[in-house]
C-alpha cells in the first residue's frame, strides 16, 4: 500500500507534470497565432525563409503549408487540453485521498 508520503510526492510529480503541459501548449498556441497571422498576410508575392536564406513562393502552395501547419498544431493543442484534464482530475482525486488520510491520522 502507497504511503501517504508516497503520495505526497506523487502530488508534486503530477503538479510539475501539468506545468509542463501547460507550457508545451501555450507554446503550441503561440506558434498557433503565429501560423494565423502568416496566413492573414499571404499576398500574391510571397516568401519563405529557410535558415539564414529567403526564398520566393508560390503563394498558394504557402497557404497550402500554413494550413496544414495550423491544423496540425490544434490537433496538438487538443491534445495538451485532453492530458491536462486527465492530469488535473488524477491531482484532484489523489489530494482528497491525502486530505482524507491526513485527518484520520489528526484525529488519533
Known sequence: MITTEEKINQLSVMEQSIQQIINQKKKFQNQLLETES??????????????????????????KELIEKKELLKTRIRTYDEQEEKTEKRFKELQQQVLKELEKKGDK
Not at 42 to 61: H, L, P
Request: hydrophobic share 35%.
Open 38 to 63: 502568416a496566413l492573414n498576410e499571404v499576398s500574391t508575392e510571397t516568401y519563405k525563409i529557410i535558415g539564414n536564406f529567403m526564398f520566393k513562393k508560390n503563394s498558394e502552395e504557402l497557404k
